[in-house]
Every structure is written in C-alpha cells, then in structure tokens.
C-alpha cells in the first residue's frame, strides 16, 4: 500500500515520522515549514509537489489538517484525480456535517472516506502513542486499523462515519470546560495572592487533579506558561462544532455557551495563537486588569 500524508504540522511530524518506520513508505506533501519534510525526506520519504499528484500515487491518504475549511480545500484539489478504491482518513478534528458531506461526495465515486480525530499532543505523536476515534464502516476499519496503529497506541471504532467526531466532540468540551476553568481559577489564585506552588500541589492530591490541570499548571506554577501546546483558536473552533452538534440535537445549555464564549473572548482579544497555558502568563493578567 502506497500511503500519503498531508499536514506536516506539530502533530502531522511525528505521525509521518511513525509511519516512514513502520511502513518504510510514505508520499508527503511539502509543509509551510521545510524542517519537517526535509527530516522526513532524510529518513526516505518521498517529496512529491503537490495534493493533485499525491492523489494519483497514493493509495491511502492520510489529512492532518487544521480545520474542516482547510480539509475540504484539499479534498476538493484532490478530488479529479482520485480513483476508485483510494481511502482517505481525516485526522483532525473537523466539523461533522462537513465530515459527513465528504463522505457522501467520495462515496458516490467509489471512494472512502473516513475520520479519526486524534487524542494526544506532540509528544504522543513523536512516541507513536496517540489515541484514535475512528468513525468507518467495518471493512473500511479492518483495513485502516492497521495504519493508524502505526502511530497510536488506542485505535478505537465508534461505527460510521460521524461517530468519531461526536466521541471526539465530547473529549473535547470535558478539555476545554477544565482548562477554562483552571485557567479562571488559577487567575483568582493570582488575584488573591494565593501561592500558585502551594496550591498546585494540594489540588493534585484531591479531586480537582486531572491531565489538563497537571499540562496547565505543573510548569505554569514554576512560571514556564508553554506546557500545554493546544492553541487557543483550536479551542474556541472545537468549541464552536461542539456548540452546532449540541444545537442541533436541542441540548444547547449554559455551560457550553460559557465555555465557548471564553475561548472566543480570548481570540478576539488576539490570543488566538497563544497556547492554553499561555493564558495565565502574567502579561496578560497585566492587560486584562488593564482593562
């Protein structure tokens, strides 16, 4: 199986990087940053110019991309020179109805499409020790589970396509809820000149603890705010799919427009490239008492 990735990006390196080793193949698509692409292509990946002829020499094409805009930009660029039997495999986090039109689309030309948005940062897809959730049919599956086992240690199949993203979907308010509401709480701690160290280190102990607490405050309370790699626009856009999948099953509640809302504020204040744990970095405690 000739195999091609898209999305050389923070978590696309270390997922190309996994699959080169495993498979001893892989078509890749230059990336805005040489260093990935050029590491990769050292290690004897092949460079090939474009998605057009990625598409004709691929058999199996992987997209780790950042947004459903951008995934339909290069499906569509893909698209007319496609061919029946290809598989490609979104493993962002993307917006389901645009998921569930591609599929449609692809299918109608004899050509699958299936999603696998991803858990897990950087570290986890330079360790090949990501999470998946895959929404396929069961043949499609059979087939798929073994590629993204090249790069994830869970590779679970929520059913068809549209599954995935709504398990991810919920992944992903219970992230985003806890690191908005560490971020608010570590800000009081702050305003209340109460000792960040201290009490990181009795909330770990207790109930409140978790992996976003611990990827937020553990370097943030020694005052290192680049723990958590997550970007801000990322968290008000997968709060945004959260919001229409809940709208549309008329589950539209508080907490999730409060949630949204403070990504959203953050973005519009210009944070949007910040990473999470840069939120609580004391100069933007400083322009937020400024205001």
């Not at 691929?58 to 930009?73: A, G, H, R, Y």
């Not at 109460?194 to 009490?199: F, G, I, M, R």
């Not at 945004?240 to 539209?252: E, F």
């Not at 990473?275 to 970095?281: G, H």
Request: charged share 20%.
């Amino acid at each position: 199986m000739r195999i091609g990735f898209i999305g050389l990006g923070a978590m696309g390196a270390g997922m190309a990087q996994n699959i080169l080793a495993r498979h001893g193949q892989l078509n890749v698509v230059a990336h805005r940053s040489r260093n990935a692409i050029d590491a990769l292509v050292a290690l004897g990946a092949r460079e090939v110019q474009d998605a057009a002829r990625l598409a004709r020499e691929s058999d199996l094409i992987l997209l780790c991309l950042p947004n459903s805009d951008t995934v339909e930009k290069t499906v569509s660029a893909m698209i007319p020179h496609l061919r029946a039997g290809q598989i490609l495999i979104d493993t962002g986090t993307s917006c389901l109805t645009s998921t569930l039109a591609l599929a449609e689309q692809l299918s109608a030309k004899d050509i699958t499409f299936a999603e696998a948005p991803l858990t897990g940062g950087q570290a986890q897809a330079e360790a090949g020790q990501l999470g998946a959730l895959v929404g396929c049919t069961d043949e499609t599956f059979a087939r798929i589970g073994p590629v993204l086992e090249m790069f994830c240690a869970t590779v679970q199949h929520f059913g068809p396509v549209g599954t995935g993203a709504r398990a991810k979907y919920i992944n992903n308010y219970m992230v985003m809820g806890i690191a908005a509401l560490v971020t608010e709480a570590f800000g009081l701690a702050r305003e209340t000149r109460t000792d960040w160290a201290q009490l990181y280190d009795v909330v770990i102990r207790g109930s409140a603890d978790s992996g976003v607490l611990r990827r937020i405050m553990g370097q943030a309370k020694d005052g290192d705010f680049s723990g958590y790699a997550f970007s801000v626009a990322n968290a008000a856009k997968d709060m945004g799919y959260i919001t229409a999948m809940t709208a549309g099953m008329g589950r539209d509640t508080a907490l999730n427009h409060a949630v949204k809302a403070f990504f959203d504020h953050a973005v519009a204040e210009g944070h949007g490239e910040r990473r999470l744990s840069e939120l609580l970095s004391p100069e933007l405690g400083a322009a937020r008492s400024a205001d």
